[in-house]
């Protein structure tokens, strides 16, 4: 910053012709515009100015270093008027990690709305269900599901819950009957994910709530979905993935009442002292967003 000062005043002391005029747009001495001038000579090891008691010019080091240094503070002065912006209005890049399903069926397009608000953000999300850092693979915000650890150190707010469903096609039922207990389950045709293991499996208390043995498996939400459209079997999902179908009568609820507690959604981020307005609203937008989006159909 003393380098940027010393520019300052040696720019103002040329424009202006003397030192205490550059002194009185500084709004500092005229001693201390000399002081300035005499460093940046001193550094450079050249004379910039040549000066007696009527006038002053520029040497020949003095003009080329006059030039370029207006460049300099020119681009400097633009560069700081770019993060005014960014700390007065949302713009840059908003980097958002989430899980797989959830952000493909919900964050996605609630995060395209959110840039129509503020188109100058570059939206990025990567989806995955493997554990994200977001500080060691700079991401502003996380969404995730279930609980948190208690040692966390990032900050979190809750956005609503994530509810399972099980439904299956009207044909299916018709076919093969609607199961009235959890333990009837094992006597249908089930769709399985490949992903879910005896840690992440969804539970009734100590039972496994779903068919370890299932008739159709796949690693991806959106291929069980279309499975359990085409009347393949009885599908375990999240509700925000099936909510569509189940109101328009293309899948049937069943067993609501043997589906374990829902799981806690969180938009999680860095603690910061100075929260970017990217960061800081579009964290507002989700939270006003997601508890109507996440409500039962």
């Known amino acids: 910053m003393e380098n940027l000062r010393a520019l300052s005043a040696f720019i103002a002391a040329v424009d202006a012709g003397s030192f205490s005029e550059a002194a009185k747009k500084l709004d500092i001495t005229a001693v201390m515009v000399g002081k300035y001038v005499r460093q940046l000579e001193q550094e450079l090891g050249v004379r910039l100015l040549e000066r007696n008691t009527r006038r002053q ?87 995730r599901v279930g609980a948190l650890p208690e040692d966390s150190p990032l900050v979190a707010r809750c956005l609503g819950e994530y509810q399972m469903v099980i439904c299956a096609a009207p044909a299916y039922l018709t076919q093969y009957g609607t199961p009235q207990t959890p333990s009837e389950l094992s006597q249908h045709r089930c769709l399985g994910n490949m992903l879910w293991n005896k840690q992440n499996a969804w539970r009734l208390g100590e039972i496994p709530l779903w068919p370890s043995e299932t008739t159709y498996n796949t690693n991806d939400g959106q291929a069980l979905r279309q499975a359990a459209l085409a009347g393949a079997g009885m599908i375990l999902q999240p509700l925000v993935l099936l909510a569509e179908d189940i109101a328009a009568g293309r899948l049937v609820r069943v067993l609501d009442d043997a589906l374990p507690p829902p799981r806690p959604i969180h938009i999680l981020w860095q603690q910061d002292t100075h929260p970017s307005p990217k960061r800081r609203s579009f964290i507002a937008f989700l939270q006003q967003q997601m508890p109507a989006r996440l409500a039962l159909p």
Do not use: C
């Open 57 to 143: 010019h520029l040497t020949e080091a003095g003009e080329i270093w006059y030039q370029e240094a207006r460049q300099i503070l020119a681009q400097l002065q633009w560069a700081r008027s770019r993060i005014d912006n960014l700390k007065r209005f949302p713009s840059g890049s908003l980097r958002i990690t989430a899980p797989t399903t959830l952000g493909s069926t919900l964050i996605a397009g609630l995060a395209a709305r959110y840039q129509q608000q503020w188109p100058d953000v570059r939206i990025e999300l990567a989806l995955s269900d493997h554990y994200v850092s977001l500080i060691d693979e700079g991401f502003d915000v996380a969404v």
